[in-house]
Structures are given as structure tokens and as C-alpha cells.
């Protein structure tokens, strides 16, 4: 499968500013088979070390900061020589040995010559606390499920290349518009984990993938048990499984009371925190104003949690194939809706997405592109009525407005409606 982040990588080995590379992001999005392929197919060899398989690696690390050293001892372990520029040294599951994490400012330091790149599940986490890891000495990429555009080229190539292609303003003829919103009726109900994608592929098996889907929950909340942080595993448990029915609750902000009877934010702060980081959750938070800087109108106790993916968030809820595929109105249609178009905005645009909500109304997502502010509409269907979202596009006028749905891709006076699949080029549409 084609991955965008092969492409950031490739810019990094030629960076003349480079240092030591992270790779964050949830457990089985990829990151080991993403580094193994850009080693495999951008050097002339890669060495791989295991953190979690190999423990006498450790060693290596607690007795030695000295990067030149350590690469002589890794090249004997490997059984090949590691040449500065022509090998990739690879640090999978390096969580598992701080001491490792560390040394990466040494290579940054003196040995900068070497590329290394370290990845590890629940890294994100390690990132997230304090004097855990060399701050300003590496760079950090994120690695998320496939979005929407990687998926499509992976199940139908000719299609992604009719895709691609489509431009500002360029009408979409009915037979491609068709296709395109099976295809992304189909990512609602695989997602973007790489195992469901492959088996998708192979087999064409709803049954198969949802097990897959199933499996990988239950791989996740048994992380939560064996994590040795400080923070109490239950109570990430118990955030996790709220995020079905949090979401259930209709433009409503996350209620710790939700979680459990009385819950307060004290009580789970530190969960929510720790999933952010995990990568297992993206937060949105609620502005007091629509204006830019966002970040400055953030009411940081007003939030809400969304899953990283939106075929796994399917398979929690426990929709049915069916409603999806054959254009029923269902419960929490809506939420599934917004959960995969913030799962393919993120990374779009320089500030993250917020929503903004008061006694009036609610708009979905808010946007900052440069200087301008662009309120978004999410749609499930076919259907345009949104009197909150409507009302600011009158009283405003922002130079762009954008709903998505599955209506054609056009302009309705001040609003652009995008159709869902296209969700992933909303910047490019500008």
C-alpha cells in the first residue's frame, strides 16, 4: 500500500537538516512495515533492532552514550557494517528502552552522519512527559490509519487516478460521483487499519474484516492493562468504551459523568490525556469566538473525543453493514460522518480542526487557513438543512463556507458543497 508518509520520509533523507526521526502513532497503523519499505527502497541496506524482542539490546544503551560506539556494536550484532548516508538504522519499539530514545540527541550531537529512525507503539505517550525523550534533537512524523485517498489507491487503482486528478471547481460526472461514494460508504465500514485494508483486498469479506476489527479492540484495551504508566488503566478503559456512546450524545461536549456516575474531570483528565497522546484518540475543542487565532478562543474544559478510526469506531457502535451500504437512516449515522471527516482533515491544515457551540447552535468544525476562519458543515446524506451554520454564513459572509455531504460537488450561493469523498483535498479545493 502506497503511504503519503513514504513521501515525508524521502524529504527527510535529503534534508541537510535532518535528525534522528520518530514515528509516532497507534499500535498497527503501519509504522515497522512503513520504515522496513522506506529502508528497503531508499538505501542500500537497513538494519533492524527490536527493543521489545531483543532485551540484551538494552544494555548496549545503559552503558554507552557515545553514538560512534554504539553503532560499532550494533554493526557486530548485525553482521554488516553501518555506513553513514547508505544504511537506515532502525529502533522498533523503543518504548521499550528509554536509553535509547535518549541517545538519539547524541547522534543528533556527533554522529549526525548516521540516519535512525525509532518508532514505537504507545510512543506517544513516552513523548507527551517530561525530560522523557531529547526535545528539539529529533524529527517527529505521525503516522495515522489510511486516509481516505491512500485507501482508494489501494482497492482501486483506476479510480484514485481519476481522483487525483479532480480540480477546483471541475464537475464530477454522475458515473464517477457513484463510484466514488461506494468507495467511501466502504471505508466507513473498513477503515484504514492496514490489516482490515489488506484483507479487504484479498478476500472482499465483511466478515473477515469485522472480526479483524475485533480483534485489534481487544488488542488496544489490553495495552491498556499491561501500560506501567501512572495512570489507572480502568479508568482508560473506561473512557475508550464511553466514546460510542459520548459521541451518541448528539452535539453534546465529553461529560465526565458519562464515563461513570458522578465521574469528575479530576477522575479522568489523565485518561483522556494518555489515549490523546496514544494516538488513540483525536480531542477538538470548543471556541468562544470564531476568529482568528483559534487557539486563542479555545475553552479548554469544552471538548469532544473522536476515534482514530472510523472503521474500528463502526465496529464499537456495532452498525450493521447494511444500514451503511443501503442508504437507511440510522442511529449515530451523523457521528460516524464526523468522525471520518475529521480523521481526514487532521494534518491539513497548520491549526487543527474546533468546533463552535452556544445556546443558538452548533457548527461542526471550524477551520483556520492563513487569516481566514471557514465554518464546516458535515452532512450524512443528501439533506442541506443547518440553520445554525446557515445563519453565520449570512450574518459573516467568510470567503469560504463548506459543507460536506453527499450531494455533487458545487457551489450553492456562499456555501461549497464537497462531497464526502473528496473530504481529504478540502485544502487543495480552496
Not at 553503532?71 to 557494517?81: N, Y
Not at 537506515?88 to 528509554?98: A, S
Not at 461542526?364 to 471557514?374: A, K, M, N, P, S
Request: glycine share 6%; net charge neutral.
Amino acid at each position: 500500500m502506497r503511504r503519503a508518509a513514504m513521501d515525508a520520509l524521502v524529504r527527510w533523507k535529503s534534508d541537510p537538516d535532518r535528525k534522528p526521526m520518530v514515528l509516532k502513532g497507534a499500535r498497527q497503523v503501519g509504522k515497522t512495515w512503513l520504515m522496513k519499505e522506506f529502508g528497503r527502497s531508499a538505501y542500500k541496506s537497513c538494519v533492524y533492532f527490536n527493543f521489545d524482542e531483543e532485551d540484551e539490546l538494552k544494555s548496549i544503551f545503559e552503558t554507552n552514550k557515545n553514538p560512534h560506539r554504539i553503532i560499532e556494536l550494533l554493526s557486530l550484532i548485525a553482521g554488516e557494517k553501518i555506513l553513514p548516508g547508505e544504511t537506515l538504522v532502525i529502533f522498533d519499539e523503543v518504548q521499550e528502552c528509554p536509553d535509547a530514545l535518549n541517545t538519539l540527541k547524541y547522534f543528533r550531537e556527533k554522529a549526525n552522519e548516521y540516519h535512525v529512525i525509532a518508532a514505537g507503539s504507545l510512543l506517544g505517550t513516552l513523548l507527551a512527559a517530561p525530560k522523557s525523550y531529547p526535545v528539539g534533537m529529533v524529527n517527529l512524523l505521525e503516522l495515522m490509519p489510511l486516509t481516505f485517498d491512500e485507501f482508494l489507491d489501494a482497492i482501486d487503482p483506476p479510480l484514485y487516478s481519476y481522483y487525483t486528478d479532480i480540480q477546483k471547481g471541475q464537475t464530477i460526472e454522475e458515473l464517477f460521483h457513484n463510484r466514488l461514494l461506494e468507495a467511501y460508504n466502504h471505508y466507513l465500514i473498513i477503515g484504514g487499519m492496514p490489516e482490515c485494508v489488506d484483507s479487504w483486498i484479498r478476500y472482499k469479506d465483511p466478515a473477515r474484516v469485522a472480526q479483524i476489527q475485533r480483534e485489534l479492540i481487544e488488542v488496544y484495551e489490553n495495552d491498556f492493562s499491561k501500560h506501567n504508566g501512572k495512570v489507572n488503566s480502568g479508568r482508560i478503559l473506561m473512557v475508550f468504551r464511553s466514546i460510542v456512546s459520548q459521541l451518541a450524545k448528539s452535539n453534546e461536549k465529553f461529560m465526565y459523568g458519562a464515563v461513570r456516575e458522578g465521574g469528575r474531570a479530576r477522575d479522568f483528565e489523565e485518561a483522556i490525556e494518555w489515549l490523546v497522546s496514544a494516538g488513540m484518540l483525536n480531542r477538538i475543542y470548543n471556541v468562544s469566538k470564531m476568529e482568528h487565532p483559534l487557539s486563542a478562543f479555545d475553552k479548554l474544559d469544552q471538548f469532544k473525543l473522536f476515534l482514530f478510526d472510523t472503521g474500528l469506531l463502526k465496529q464499537m457502535a456495532g452498525i450493521d453493514n447494511g444500514a451503511i451500504l443501503l442508504k437507511s437512516e440510522y442511529q449515530f449515522k451523523g457521528q460516524l460522518t464526523e468522525n471520518y471527516v475529521l480523521q481526514q482533515l487532521k494534518g491539513q491544515f497548520d491549526v487543527e480542526p474546533r468546533y463552535y457551540s452556544d445556546r443558538n447552535g452548533e457548527i461542526d468544525f471550524v477551520l483556520q487557513y492563513g487569516t481566514e476562519i471557514i465554518p464546516v458543515e458535515t452532512k450524512a446524506g443528501e439533506d442541506k438543512s443547518a440553520p445554525s451554520f446557515k445563519r453565520f454564513v449570512s450574518e459573516n459572509h467568510p470567503a469560504h463556507a463548506v459543507r460536506f455531504s453527499k450531494r455533487g460537488y458545487r457551489k450553492d450561493g456562499e456555501i461549497t458543497n464537497i462531497p464526502l469523498y473528496l473530504a481529504r483535498k478540502t485544502r487543495e479545493l480552496l
